[in-house]
């Protein structure tokens, strides 16, 4: 079984938490079916599992391509189910042999509508309901053995930029550097990347998701890099935007005008605001600026196990922060046909405001 430092809070401790949303559901178990959950819950890295929870009991059910990883990775207290055939029919089957009670939730947020009919199918006793995000919801607040995981994903990604930002050149594709930046994140040691990495440059800097392409670098680009790393299944979450060469006034201006807002939302972001508030901060700068129309999409989101998770910082989120929560930053301005800028940190959320994990600068800095 595996074992963790004492900057990790406790697996058995999560269980509880779990445990306790249960009894105020009036649910008498809990069937995990988000990966990243599970390897939150129970420290398992699989492909494939479900994990179901009950008052006095959690059991891992997977198949046997991970019989022996399961042993090595799962926390004590938790039992392994390893299945020959299928998991809806070993679930079935621990179903009747913990002889939990009918009502059981499901994750309605992640289940497919395919897997839902399986599970009605192969345990047509239990009474199904919706449980929605309540592991996510839990997993929203990080202890430090978390924060610290993040802290270092994000140094090694900073570590890859330095590095690669020795190397643009002129007449360099996006595809080429796109290539460049994955090499040094892994050689640093990041595990599987959180997402490709955004390499964009001129005018398809203004594209917020630019796949790289075989575009050029020319000089007076904006070069938009949006990436990050992982470290024990953390990840990080950074994007800085550059000029090749010397900067035109209007990119000062609308760099200037993004930092700003970035500066604000950082501001706002202690634990107890609400997430609009945060984005209203950001999005306030941009619309005295002039271009409240060019930031279409919300200023930021969590970080941890998944690149993108809860709390939503935008414009429609009803949540608020809660010390511990760990978001990016990331307002920006997009003009077509010229180029953008985006710009983002991460961010813990605490008390006495927030804490700034992500440390390269974000002045315009000409390559």
């Known amino acids: 079984m595996s074992s963790e430092s004492s900057v990790w809070a406790p697996r058995d401790l999560r269980l509880r938490l779990v445990r306790d949303r249960l009894h105020e559901a009036s649910l008498e178990a809990l069937l995990v079916s988000h990966m990243p959950s599970i390897r939150w819950l129970t420290g398992f890295t699989g492909s494939s599992g479900f994990l179901l929870v009950e008052p006095g009991s959690a059991t891992l059910i997977t198949d046997f391509r991970y019989e022996a990883q399961a042993s090595e990775e799962v926390c004590d207290g938790v039992s392994v189910a390893i299945t020959a055939t299928d998991l809806f029919a070993e679930l079935a089957r621990c179903l ?4 939990s009670g009918p009502r059981v939730g499901f994750e309605d947020h992640v289940l497919t509508v395919k897997d839902r009919r399986a599970l009605g199918e192969s345990c047509g006793a239990v009474t199904w309901e919706a449980a929605g995000p309540l592991v996510d919801e839990l997993r929203s607040t ?18 890859a930029l330095s590095e690669v930002l020795g190397i643009v050149t002129e007449g360099m594709t996006e595809t080429e550097l796109a290539a460049e930046l994955v090499y040094r994140l892994r050689r640093a040691g990041s595990e599987t990347l959180p997402f490709d990495p955004i390499v964009a440059s001129g005018p398809r800097s203004a594209l917020p998701h630019a796949h790289p392409g075989e575009r050029k ?7 938009l ?10 990840c990080s979450d950074m994007t ?3 000029v090749l060469g010397s900067a035109a006034r209007w990119q000062r201006e609308v760099h200037g005008v993004v930092a700003e807002a970035v500066e604000r939302a950082i501001a706002a972001a202690c634990a107890g ?9 950001a999005r306030d700068v941009i619309v005295a600026a002039g271009y409240g129309d060019r930031f279409g999409h919300g200023t930021g989101h969590g970080v941890g196990l998944e690149v993108h998770e809860r709390p939503s910082v935008n414009a429609r989120s009803r949540e608020t922060l809660a010390s511990g929560n760990v978001v990016t930053i990331e307002p920006a ?8 800028v985006r710009l983002e940190e991460v961010v813990v959320a605490g008390e006495d ?9 974000r002045d315009l800095r000409e390559l």
């Open 273 to 281: 605001a609400t997430a609009q508030a945060v984005d209203r901060a």
């Open 225 to 234: 890099l949006d990436f990050g790393a992982r470290v024990d299944g953390y």
């Open 240 to 242: 800085r935007t550059f």
């Open 142 to 159: 990080k202890d430090p053995g978390e924060i610290e995981a993040i802290s270092r994903a994000v140094r090694m990604a900073e570590s």
């Open 333 to 340: 301005v997009y003009l077509p046909g010229r180029g953008g």
């Open 217 to 223: 670098l020319r000089e007076g680009d904006f070069l």
């Open 96 to 99: 009747d042999e913990g002889a």
């Open 353 to 361: 405001g927030a804490a700034v994990l992500t440390g390269f600068p």
